[in-house]
């Protein structure tokens, strides 16, 4: 008897359906041949800090932390009020009875086809103490009938996929040290809950230099050299590399006589025809990307209609990363477009490198309709625009019909000072853009001809500098695969090879399979906000990065992609699970190292809740609270208290106990001027009770 346990319910009845004729149990599903059991995604969870390292008190504390277990423990999943959850336990001791069955002796994990669906079912096949048995894997790249009974007859065994679920458990011990460690430390420094992550941090911090660099910004004036004159009639545009800053408008005007006492005249005009190409299938970030632009939908709203689509059978794996397709697909290709020519699109077969590149595949081809295809009254309308939006561009890429454009160039010499080109595209027959976007606006030339002389009007002309753009869904997207790559150079081309090279180095910030999930963490947080397609930074976003930067805690994205580069070579099998860990466990010990520093340099402003001397006025306790130093003896009425941040600089505890003691804190370096943004160095002094500077 074989023993399937799928990742969900959904995804069992789906392999039910593709078995066939199965009859329903308390639990599960069975017949003569198998039985099909299910998890609720993750039944297990790792063990909280205190089940490492016991606190009676039941508060985060720095006592305990940071703890680094010599070995991770899974427990059944909490609820809210972190009880274990009945429900959940329940379910695991039905998966536990039937593994433990004498006529089970082949055991299947149906977890999504990924590194967290690998270890899903792996965790609860160990738990409920699979032995010996036979262990083997159900990839599916669908849901349909006709895939699930083929993958059903070529499974592999498990052990073929240990290099993914060590990736998977690398992962996840990461990011268990990363996060529970360093959002208490930084939780109990700052008094307010701040969660930090591997993933969210950096990128928060992206939004928060881009957003900063936009509040900073200060347009400037500069001068362009621009020609507008008629020609034939027609009005032509040429617009010069020069540019002039705004206190050179006399040079930007003896540059315009200059140009404007040569002749101009077209020295070539070449027009070829030319098939223009249909963009590539659709990765789930390039796939996010599109719906965000044209629809304004969110990504965890396209993620959840998308895997609604995958769990009905009608698309093929969400998470791919890859916007091609396997080699030994070609066959389930040509079914897919069997049916979709019943449908009454142009489509034929073709096989070459832009669509079928095995090089550019990690683990899942990229997203496609099945040969399975929905009844327009079976969608509801947000279900169309996903659907649609990948059907359209798989019948793009293999459209029968052609786009044929006439690209135009025609290039004008201005004396021997500058050549102007000017470039123009028109669409001759739409072919494969009658069915899916072609972005590219078309420019119409003017009538030109070699040897022509063009009339010119060359005048200075003012222009102001534009201050950055705000991230959208799109433009978050491209940094997040490849932060290292400027933003200019995120546009689609054919030469990919140097991005599918950072997503399988490792790279990328977050994967596919969780980016969307640790975005939306991140709104739900409060870090950052999305309305429409652009994300802009909330004051809780900027409260994290600047009391995160004040801790020394830097998890920008170069030390995160080398954590993603680590976990990429346990993928390969170069490093063991434990080499990663270890690395993670330097970072995150470097944080809480205590760091001797000069008193003018000192930025350590303590926890809250620290004692840090007495008051001045009452001689109560003086403590560090969430957003200085105060009295305790505030109920009865005392006033004393003082920022922890002064002109920009932290007021340290060294500082601030040596002011309570002596009345005169050591020289601080670092203060900067509201009024002159100059940085300078003092003492504070206290005099009847409030902090004033000493300058001598």
């Given at each position: ?308 689509l995958y769990e009905k059978g009608y698309v093929t794996y969400p998470r791919t990363n890859s916007e091609y397709l396997a080699v030994n697909e ?367």
């Open positions: 008897m074989i023993l399937i346990i799928a990742e969900k319910p959904s995804l069992a009845r789906n392999i039910a359906a593709g078995i066939g004729k199965m009859q329903r149990a308390d639990g599960f599903l069975y017949d003569q041949n198998y039985i099909i059991t299910w998890a609720f995604g993750h039944l297990f969870s790792l063990s909280d800090i205190e089940d490492y390292s016991p606190n009676p008190s039941g508060r985060w504390t720095m006592d305990n932390i940071p703890c680094f277990p010599k070995k991770f423990e899974f427990q059944i999943k909490k609820d809210k009020n972190k009880q274990e959850d009945r429900g959940v336990r329940k379910q695991f001791e039905t998966i536990k009875t039937l593994i433990n069955r004498s006529d089970v002796d082949t055991v299947v994990n149906a977890g999504d086809s990924d590194r967290e669906g690998e270890i899903i079912i792996r965790i609860c096949a160990e738990k409920a103490g699979i032995g010996e048995k036979s262990f083997k894997r159900l990839w599916l790249p669908d849901q349909t009938p006709q895939t699930i009974k083929a993958a059903l007859a070529s499974m592999k065994d498990e052990t073929e996929y240990q290099n993914l679920a060590n990736e998977g458990y690398a992962r996840t011990y990461m990011d268990w040290l990363y996060g529970v460690n360093l959002t208490r430390f930084a939780t109990l420094k700052t008094g307010t809950l701040l969660r930090v992550g591997r993933v969210i941090v950096p990128i928060v911090k992206a939004i928060y230099d881009r957003d900063m660099a936009i509040r900073h910004f200060t347009p400037d004036i500069y001068y362009a050299i621009c020609s507008k004159a008629e020609t034939n009639g027609e009005e032509i545009e040429l617009l010069s590399k020069e540019k002039f800053d705004k206190n050179s408008l006399k040079k930007a005007q003896e540059l315009c006589d200059k140009y404007n006492s040569q002749k101009a005249i077209v020295t070539s005009k070449k027009t070829k025809k030319d098939s223009l190409k249909a963009g590539k299938l659709f990765s789930l970030t390039k796939l996010q990307n599109v719906l965000g632009k044209k629809y304004k939908m969110p990504m965890d709203e396209s993620l959840k209609i998308l895997q609604g070609q066959d389930k290709i040509k079914m897919i477009l069997d049916g979709v020519k019943k449908l009454g699109y142009p489509v034929e077969f073709k096989f070459n490198k832009q669509i079928f590149d095995d090089s550019k595949i990690e683990a899942h081809s990229a997203l496609t309709p099945t040969y399975k295809l929905p009844q327009k009254e079976a969608l509801s309308e947000d279900e169309k625009k996903v659907y649609g939006t990948i059907m359209r561009r798989f019948v793009a890429v293999f459209c029968s019909e052609e786009c044929i454009a006439e690209k135009q160039e025609i290039k004008i010499r201005v004396g021997d000072i500058e050549e102007f080109s000017l470039k123009g595209t028109v669409i001759l027959n739409k072919g494969w853009t009658k069915y899916d976007d072609y972005t590219k606006k078309d420019k119409i030339l003017p009538q030109l001809n070699k040897g022509d002389i063009v009339n010119i009007d060359f005048k200075p002309t003012e222009k102001e500098t534009n201050p950055p753009k705000h991230y959208t869904i799109e433009t978050l997207n491209n940094y997040l695969k490849n932060p290292f790559r400027e933003e200019k150079q995120n546009i689609e081309t054919d030469d990919d090879a140097e991005e599918y090279r950072a997503i399988f180095e490792g790279l990328e910030l977050g994967t596919e399979a969780t980016r969307t999930g640790i975005i939306d963490n991140a709104i739900s947080s409060g870090y950052i906000e999305l309305k429409k397609d652009v994300y802009s930074l909330l004051p809780g976003g900027e409260f994290l990065i600047e009391s995160l930067s004040r801790m020394n805690i830097s998890m920008d994205k170069y030390k995160t992609s080398e954590l993603g580069k680590a976990l990429k070579k346990v993928y390969r099998g170069e490093i063991k699970i434990e080499d990663s860990i270890s690395l993670a466990e330097r970072e995150i010990s470097e944080v809480f190292k205590k760091r001797e520093t000069s008193p003018e340099f000192d930025t350590d402003d303590g926890f809250v809740g620290d004692i840090v001397g007495k008051c001045p006025l009452c001689h109560e306790d003086v403590i560090r609270t969430r957003f200085g130093y105060g009295c305790a003896g505030y109920k009865n009425g005392c006033k004393f208290s003082m920022n922890n941040q002064i002109l920009g600089r932290i007021i340290s505890v060294s500082n601030v106990r040596k002011l309570l003691e002596t009345g005169e804190s050591y020289k601080i370096d670092g203060f900067v001027s509201k009024r002159t943004g100059n940085k300078f160095s003092a003492k504070l002094k206290l005099e009847n009770g409030k902090t004033v500077f000493d300058f001598n």
